[in-house]
């Protein structure tokens, strides 16, 4: 089955032996979960999981695979695909070597906000050490600090992006990096 987020955001992650995870790239609505592995009949070999609750349209992937075969245009879209999460997943191992824990929550809140399309999502602090990879202790220090600097509100894990701006000027270059991917797989979607 291949899953179109409308509303919802989908982790990919890496698991290792001792249990410690980590994502290497974010599905929303400019993409698919499952795609590549629909299209080579390959098992899935990275936990994939919801990380903002939403809507999703669903395609069985035999339907995908014909789709492929009947159209040029789709296969070029599923490339386009495959380059974006490529980029995406070399940037966020560049960013989780270089870029401090502030640098990289701001990243990834600033991420799931293109991908729901609203400010405001629902999102613990303890999903965002996973995604930050980091303790949650951490999260909650940096979270601190941005809800001081009026940069989020946070409570009971809803958090509301006040000020984008402000929260993009602590992120690092990734951010940036990563929302022009996003913008040219929605262009290519329209």
Excluded at 28 to 57: D, H, M, Y
Excluded at 78 to 103: G, I
Aim: with cysteine.
């Amino acid at each position: 089955m291949v899953y179109f987020p409308s509303s919802a955001v989908v982790s990919v992650v890496t698991v290792m032996e001792d249990g410690r995870s980590v994502e290497s790239h974010t599905i929303g609505r400019e993409s698919g979960v499952g795609l590549l592995n629909a299209a080579s009949r390959r098992p899935a070999e990275s936990r994939i999981f919801t990380q903002v609750a939403g809507a999703a349209l669903r395609l069985p992937a035999a339907a995908l695979r014909n789709r492929l075969t009947e159209s040029p245009a789709f296969t070029e879209l599923l490339l386009r695909h495959v380059h974006a999460t490529t980029l995406q997943s070399q940037q966020f191992v560049a960013c989780n070597v270089l870029h401090s824990a502030e640098q990289r929550l701001a990243r990834w809140l600033l991420m799931t906000a293109d991908r729901t399309g609203t400010a405001s999502f629902m999102l613990t602090q303890e999903y965002m050490a996973v995604m930050t990879g980091v303790q949650r202790t951490t999260v909650s220090a940096i979270a601190t600090g941005f809800r001081e600097g009026g940069l989020v509100r946070y409570s009971r894990g809803k958090v509301e992006i006040l000020d984008h701006d402000g929260l993009h000027a602590v992120s690092c270059e990734c951010a940036g990096v990563v929302h022009a991917q996003f913008k040219a797989l929605q262009a290519a979607l329209a």
